[in-house]
C-alpha cells in the first residue's frame, strides 16, 4: 500500500519497441483485454466513439459470462446500471433481454434509493452480449492470452513515463494499438480453492493469468491479493419447493434500460424464487471442518458484503442465515443458492446443502468454490483509470479492487470512453461524485484505495436524493452525446424528449392552482388537511403518497391528460414532486458551500477530538493531517465528503 514506491523506476519485464515486434502486426486505436463485464462494456464504448477497437480475451464463448450469481443490479447496482446504459453501455439493455424475474429493492423507501434488480438467464445473457459485441461497428474480436505489455521509451517531454504501446500473445503475436485497456478480472495469478485443494485458474475451466501479473509487477504496480468464493450449484428437480417462501417477481417490470419500453418476457411468464435459512446443523458443520478448508484460514479480505457461510457463521453464530433459492435460466436445471457461498471440501458442501430445508434431497451439481487473486491498488489510476504509471494503459473491473459485474460494467464504460479520448488527444471524460455513482466510485477508488472487495452502496453517494436510478440519463446522457459521441442519435433523441416533456409538465404542474378544498373534491382518496386560505399547486398535491398522475390527470384532464399517455414520464412527473423540496435545499447547501469557499479554518481546530460536529473518522484524520486553511480547501481533500464539508461550514460559521 505504499503509494510512494510508484515513483520508484522497476526495470520492466514488459518489451520495448525494437525488442522483436513483428512490424506487420496489426494496428488498432484501441486494445481492451478481457471480454468479461469491464471488457465488454470498454471495448464497446471505444468503438460507439469511433475508435478502431480490438477485444482481445481467452475465448470468444466466455464473453458476458456470469461467473457467479445469475442476477444484475440491487441495491447501489441498480443505479450503476441506469448510468452506464445513459451512455448507452451493454448491460442494462442486454439483461432486459434476459431477465426471468424482476423485483425491485427497498421499494418501501423513496425512489431515490430503489434497487432495479433482476434474475438473470445466463446463456441468454452470454448469447445476447456475444451477438452484441460481435455486431458492434468498428468492433474486432480476437480469441489469445495476452502476457505481456509493449512499451515505448519514455519521451523526456513526458515527464519520464513510458508509454504503452501493443501487445504480446501467448503465441509470440504482437497487436500495435495506441491505448490499452486491462479488465482481467480475477484471472491476474487467480488461484482456486475448494477444501484443502488448490489449482491455478482465473474462474472454474479457465486458466489463469500469469505472465501479465508479473508484467504489471515489475513495471511497478502495487500489487494486492484479494479473495471471493462462488456458491455449489443444485439440482433444481430435487428441491422441495413446495415447503419453502416463494417470491414473485413485480408486474409490471421496471426495465432496467431507458430505451426499453418493456422487458422480453411478461411478469406472467418469470420464474419465482424461493427463501430458505441455514439452521445450528449448518453451524456445526462448518465449525467442525474449519481445518478442511484453505480459503477461510487464508487472511486475505474477502467480501464484506457477500460473505461466505463460513464468514457468517464465524462472525455472526448462532443465527439463521437467508438463503435464495434462485433460478438460473428459463430451460436450466440448475438453482443458484444465493447466500450460501462455501469453500468446504465437496462432499461436505452437499452434507450442509441437505441439512436445509427443502434442500433435504438435493443433489448438488457442481461444488461451491472460492478464488484468490491479484488486483491492483486503484491509487495507481487517475478518474479516467489511466495509470499514472504508464501512459494510455487503462485498468477496469475487478483488476482494481472491486466486486460485481456492475461496478465493473461501470468502470470499463469509462475506461473506453477514455482509452478512445486519448488517442484523439482529448481531455479526459470524468464523472464527479455530484454527477453519478460511477462518480462516487471512481473517487473512492482512486483516492482511498481498498482493500477488500469494494461494492456500491446508496449509502457511499452524499447527494443520493438527486443521483436517482429514475434521472440518470438527464446526468449523463447529453455529455455522452456532446462531449464524448459514445451516445447513439436514437438515444440523445429520447432523453431530449424525456427532458422536455419533463420541464413542461413541472412547469404546468405549477401553474394549476386550486383551494385545498377543491382539490380535496375533485381527489377524495387524498389526505389533504385544508386550510382555506392557502391554494395549492398541483404539483403539491402531486406529493402526497396516495396520489399518483393518473388520479391528477382524472382530476385535470386539461391540460394533463396527455402527461399520462407515456408510463415512464407519469411515473417520474410524480418522483420530481417528492423530491421538488428536498432537492432545493440540497442545491441551496451547494451553494452555501461555494459562497463560504474562502471561509478561514481556526488554525487551532482539534479535528480529533472535535464534538458537536459529525464527521466520519477517516474525515477528522484527513483534516488533522492536513490541516487545511479554508473550507474551499478542505473540500478538495480527496476523501472528504460534501456532507462533511456542509457540517464543518455549520460548524466553524457557529463557532465564530
Ligand atoms: P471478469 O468478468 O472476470 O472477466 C475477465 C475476462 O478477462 C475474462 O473474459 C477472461 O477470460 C479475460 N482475461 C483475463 N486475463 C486475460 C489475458 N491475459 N488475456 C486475455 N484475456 C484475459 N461478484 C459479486 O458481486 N459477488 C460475488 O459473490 C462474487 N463472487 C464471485 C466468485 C467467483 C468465483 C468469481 C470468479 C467471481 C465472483 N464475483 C462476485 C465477481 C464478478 O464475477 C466480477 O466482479 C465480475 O465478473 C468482474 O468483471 P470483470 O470484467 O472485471 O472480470
Same mark, same amino acid.
Given at each position: 500500500w ?5 515513483t ?6 514488459a518489451r520495448?519497441?525494437g525488442?522483436g515486434?513483428a ?9 481492451v ?14 468503438a460507439?466513439?469511433?475508435?478502431r ?7 470468444v464463448?466466455?464473453i458476458g ?6 442476477? !444484475?443490479?440491487?441495491?447501489?447496482k441498480g ?9 448507452d453501455?451493454?448491460?442494462s439493455?442486454i439483461?432486459d ?5 424482476y423485483k425491485?429493492l427497498?421499494?418501501?423507501k423513496?425512489p ?17 452480449m456475444?451477438?452484441e ?5 468498428l468492433?474486432t474480436?480476437q480469441e489469445?492470452a495476452?502476457e505481456?505489455?509493449i512499451?515505448t521509451?519514455?519521451?523526456p517531454?513526458h515527464t519520464? +513515463?513510458c508509454?504503452v504501446?501493443?501487445?504480446? #500473445? ?9 491505448s490499452v485497456?486491462?479488465?482481467?478480472g ?9 477444501? %484443502?485443494e488448490?489449482?491455478p485458474a482465473g474462474r472454474?475451466?479457465d486458466?489463469?493469468?500469469v505472465g501479465?501479473?508479473q ?10 491479493? $484479494?479473495k471471493?468464493?462462488?456458491?455449489p450449484?443444485?439440482a ?7 415447503? %419453502?417462501? +416463494?417470491?414473485?417477481?413485480?408486474n409490471p &417490470? ?6 426499453s419500453?418493456t422487458?422480453?418476457i411478461?411478469?406472467e411468464d ?9 439452521n445450528p446443523r ?9 481445518h %478442511?478448508? =484453505?480459503h477461510i ?11 461466505s457461510?463460513e &464468514? +457468517?457463521?464465524l462472525? !455472526?453464530?448462532?443465527r439463521?442465515h437467508?438463503?435464495? #433459492?434462485e433460478?438460473?435460466?428459463?430451460? &436450466? ?7 450460501l457461498?462455501?469453500t468446504?471440501p ?6 450442509m446443502i441437505?441439512?436445509i +430445508?427443502g ?6 451439481i457442481q461444488?461451491?468454490y ?9 491509487r495507481q ?11 494510455? $494503459? ?6 482494481n ?8 460494467a ?12 486519448r ?18 466510485l471512481?473517487d473512492d $477508488?482512486?483516492?482511498?484505495?481498498t482493500?477488500?472487495?469494494y461494492?456500491?452502496?446508496?449509502s ?10 429514475d434521472?440518470a440519463?438527464?446526468?449523463?446522457t ?7 459521441g459514445?451516445v447513439?442519435?436514437q ?9 422536455s ?5 413541472i412547469?404546468?404542474l405549477? =401553474?394549476i392552482? !386550486?383551494s385545498? =378544498?377543491?382539490w380535496?373534491k375533485?381527489?377524495p382518496?387524498?389526505s389533504i388537511?385544508?386550510v ?5 399547486r398541483?404539483l403539491d398535491?402531486?406529493k402526497?403518497?396516495e396520489?399518483?398522475m393518473?388520479? %391528477?390527470?382524472?382530476?385535470?384532464p ?8 407515456s ?9 420530481e ?12 447547501q451547494?451553494k452555501?458551500?461555494?459562497q ?5 479554518l481556526p488554525?487551532?481546530?482539534d479535528?480529533l477530538t ?11 484524520e ?11 480547501a478542505?473540500?478538495?481533500i480527496?476523501g472528504?465528503?460534501?456532507?462533511a464539508?456542509i ?6 460559521k457557529?463557532?465564530?
Amino acid at each position: 500500500w505504499v503509494v510512494a514506491s510508484l515513483t520508484k523506476k522497476h526495470p520492466p519485464l514488459a518489451r520495448f519497441i525494437g525488442d522483436g515486434a513483428a512490424p506487420s502486426a496489426p494496428n488498432f486505436d484501441v486494445v481492451v483485454i478481457g471480454g468479461g463485464h469491464a471488457g465488454t462494456e470498454a471495448a464497446a464504448a471505444a468503438a460507439r466513439c469511433g475508435s478502431r477497437t480490438l477485444l482481445l480475451t481467452h475465448r470468444v464463448d466466455t464473453i458476458g459470462q456470469m461467473s457467479c450469481n445469475p442476477s !444484475f443490479g440491487g441495491i447501489g447496482k441498480g443505479h450503476l446500471m441506469r448510468e452506464v446504459d445513459a451512455l448507452d453501455g451493454l448491460c442494462s439493455r442486454i439483461c432486459d433481454q434476459s431477465g426471468v424475474h424482476y423485483k425491485v429493492l427497498n421499494r418501501r423507501k423513496g425512489p431515490a434509493v430503489w434497487g432495479l434488480r433482476a434474475q438473470i438467464d445466463r446463456k441468454l445473457y452470454k448469447r445476447n452480449m456475444q451477438k452484441e459485441i460481435l455486431n458492434t461497428p468498428l468492433l474486432t474480436v480476437q480469441e489469445g492470452a495476452v502476457e505481456d505489455l509493449i512499451l515505448t521509451e519514455p519521451e523526456p517531454e513526458h515527464t519520464g +513515463k513510458c508509454r504503452v504501446s501493443g501487445v504480446v #500473445l501467448a503465441d509470440g503475436s504482437t497487436v500495435h494499438a495506441e491505448s490499452v485497456v486491462l479488465t482481467t478480472g480475477t484471472f491476474l495469478r487467480g488461484v482456486i480453492v475448494i477444501g %484443502l485443494e488448490m489449482h491455478p485458474a482465473g474462474r472454474l475451466g479457465d486458466q489463469p493469468s500469469v505472465g501479465l501479473a508479473q508484467t504489471l509487477e515489475k513495471l511497478g504496480f502495487v500489487v494486492g491479493r $484479494l479473495k471471493t468464493g462462488t456458491p455449489p450449484r443444485i439440482a433444481k428437480e430435487s428441491v422441495n419447493f413446495s415447503i %419453502l417462501n +416463494k417470491q414473485t417477481p413485480d408486474n409490471p &417490470s421496471i426495465p432496467f434500460s431507458f430505451v426499453s419500453e418493456t422487458v422480453w418476457i411478461k411478469p406472467e411468464d418469470q420464474l419465482p424464487c424461493y427463501l430458505t435459512h441455514t439452521n445450528p446443523r449448518v453451524d456445526e458443520i462448518v465449525l467442525e471442518n474449519l481445518h %478442511l478448508n =484453505s480459503h477461510i484460514k487464508e487472511t486475505t479480505r474477502g467480501p464484506r458484503y457477500c460473505p461466505s457461510i463460513e &464468514s +457468517k457463521v464465524l462472525r !455472526f453464530p448462532n443465527r439463521l442465515h437467508q438463503v435464495w #433459492l434462485e433460478p438460473e435460466g428459463m430451460d &436450466s436445471e440448475l438453482i443458484y443458492p444465493q447466500g450460501l457461498s462455501v469453500t468446504l471440501p465437496a462432499e461436505l458442501q452437499e452434507k450442509m446443502i441437505t441439512c436445509i +430445508k427443502g434442500l433435504e434431497k438435493a443433489k448438488m451439481i457442481q461444488p461451491g468454490y472460492g478464488v484468490q487473486y491479484d488486483y491492483l491498488d486503484p491509487r495507481q489510476i487517475t478518474p479516467s483509470l489511466e495509470t499514472h504509471l504508464v501512459q494510455r $494503459l487503462f485498468f477496469a473491473g475487478q483488476i482494481n479492487g472491486t466486486t460485481g459485474y456492475e461496478e465493473a460494467a461501470a468502470q470499463g464504460v469509462i475506461a473506453g470512453i477514455n482509452a478512445s479520448l486519448r488517442v484523439k488527444h482529448k481531455p479526459p471524460f470524468v464523472v464527479s461524485r455530484t454527477e453519478g455513482y460511477i462518480g462516487v466510485l471512481i473517487d473512492d $477508488l482512486t483516492t482511498l484505495g481498498t482493500n477488500e472487495p469494494y461494492r456500491m452502496f446508496t449509502s457511499r453517494a452524499e447527494f443520493r436524493l438527486s443521483l436517482r436510478p429514475d434521472n440518470a440519463d438527464s446526468r449523463l446522457t447529453f455529455r455522452g452525446y456532446k462531449e464524448v459521441g459514445c451516445v447513439s442519435q436514437q438515444r440523445y433523441e429520447r432523453a431530449s424528449w424525456m427532458k422536455s416533456s419533463l420541464e413542461e409538465g413541472i412547469s404546468v404542474l405549477k =401553474s394549476i392552482e !386550486f383551494s385545498s =378544498s377543491k382539490w380535496k373534491k375533485l381527489i377524495p382518496e387524498a389526505s389533504i388537511s385544508i386550510v382555506k386560505s392557502l391554494p395549492l399547486r398541483a404539483l403539491d398535491v402531486l406529493k402526497y403518497e396516495e396520489v399518483d398522475m393518473k388520479l %391528477l390527470a382524472k382530476a385535470v384532464p386539461e391540460p394533463l391528460k396527455k402527461y399520462v399517455e407515456s408510463r415512464e414520464l407519469a411515473e417520474r412527473l410524480k418522483i420530481e414532486a417528492t423530491y421538488e423540496s428536498v432537492l432545493f435545499h440540497q442545491q441551496q447547501q451547494i451553494k452555501e458551500v461555494q459562497q463560504d469557499e474562502a471561509l478561514q479554518l481556526p488554525k487551532d481546530l482539534d479535528y480529533l477530538t472535535l464534538r458537536d460536529v459529525s464527521l466520519s473518522y477517516e474525515v477528522r484524520e484527513k483534516l488533522h493531517f492536513i490541516r487545511p486553511e479554508t473550507i474551499g480547501a478542505a473540500s478538495r481533500i480527496p476523501g472528504v465528503t460534501p456532507a462533511a464539508i456542509i457540517n464543518l461550514l455549520r460548524f466553524v460559521k457557529t463557532t465564530q
